[in-house]
């Protein structure tokens, strides 16, 4: 199977947000997979999570023991990436480690930036 019919398979469980949904989501974990260069260049939506890919699935898993605070299996969690790629495949892949209500921001955090929406400068440190 090809990355694009990978992508596309994903896609179909998934009910994407817009940046300009973003905002009004109420109780949602924002969760920003970007490399920290790509956040510390561009910037990061304020209230978001930086969790590195690599660990994704351990730390959003609701029940497991490496998870981080303040979600349960119900939050809808929102993951996003440079253009909104690979965010809908971590999306996939965290419905698949218990959170059903995981999706991705379309078009990543360039579209958000580009719609005009508040950005925070710099880099958190991200969750390992």
Same mark, same amino acid.
């Given at each position: 199977?090809?990355?694009?019919?990978?992508?596309?398979?994903?896609?179909?469980?998934?009910?994407?947000?817009?940046?300009?949904?973003?905002?009004?989501?109420?109780?949602?974990?924002?969760?920003?997979?970007?490399? +920290?260069?790509?956040?510390?260049?561009?910037?990061?939506?304020?209230?978001?999570?930086?969790?590195?890919?690599?660990?994704?699935?351990? +730390?959003?898993?609701?029940?497991?023991?490496?998870?981080?605070?303040?979600?349960?299996?119900?939050?809808?969690?929102?993951?996003?990436?440079?253009?909104?790629?690979?965010?809908?495949?971590?999306?996939?892949?965290?419905?698949?480690?218990?959170?059903?209500?995981?999706?991705?921001?379309?078009?990543?955090? +360039?579209?958000?930036?580009?719609?005009?929406?508040?950005?925070?400068?710099?880099?958190s440190e991200a969750v390992t």
């Open positions: 199977m090809s990355a694009e019919a990978l992508l596309e398979e994903a896609r179909r469980s998934l009910r994407r947000v817009t940046p300009e949904e973003l905002p009004n989501l109420t109780n949602a974990l924002v969760v920003d997979i970007r490399p +920290r260069h790509n956040r510390a260049a561009e910037g990061e939506i304020p209230g978001s999570v930086p969790v590195e890919r690599i660990v994704l699935e351990w +730390r959003l898993d609701p029940h497991g023991d490496h998870r981080i605070p303040g979600f349960d299996a119900d939050t809808t969690v929102v993951v996003l990436c440079n253009e909104g790629y690979a965010s809908s495949l971590a999306a996939r892949d965290l419905q698949r480690v218990g959170l059903p209500n995981a999706t991705d921001l379309v078009g990543g955090f +360039r579209a958000y930036a580009a719609a005009g929406l508040p950005v925070r400068e710099g880099a």
